[in-house]
Nanobody, 115 residues
Framework: QVQLVESGGGLVQPGGSLSLSCAASGIIFSRFTMGWYRQAPGKQRELVATITSGGGTNYADSVKGRFTISRDNAKNTVYLQMNSLKPEDTAVYYC?????????WGQGTQVTVSS
């Protein structure tokens, strides 16, 4: 059974930082492209960042220079370091594992940026 379990969400003031983690089980983690997506109320789910099995990264323009995705294959975990957070970063953040035609999703973790 595949499980992606996110943690690290919460409430933070504008300009602050949060670090999200996603622990995977039930997959050969090192072979998957891992990603973070987010969905704000009333909006579609959107890509935040991805990291390939080889370590290549891709970011949405809105988070470039502020967010950093990384992975630890020994721990089957992907991370998202979020700095200089803005109110518009408020959303549910979802972890994604993808390989060829297969994709798995976590249950999501809420990130709220507000003063």
């Amino acid at each position: 059974q595949v499980q992606l379990v996110e943690s690290g969400g919460g409430l933070v003031q504008p300009g602050g930082s949060l670090s999200l983690s996603c622990a995977a089980s039930g997959i050969i983690f090192s072979r998957f492209t891992m990603g973070w997506y987010r969905q704000a109320p009333g909006k579609q789910r959107e890509l935040v960042a991805t990291i390939t099995s080889g370590g290549g990264t891709n970011y949405a323009d809105s988070v470039k220079g502020r967010f950093t995705i990384s992975r630890d294959n020994a721990k089957n975990t992907v991370y998202l370091q979020m700095n200089s957070l803005k109110p518009e970063d408020t959303a549910v953040y979802y972890c994604n594992a993808a390989r060829i035609v297969v994709a798995y999703w976590g249950q999501g973790t809420q990130v709220t940026v507000s003063s």
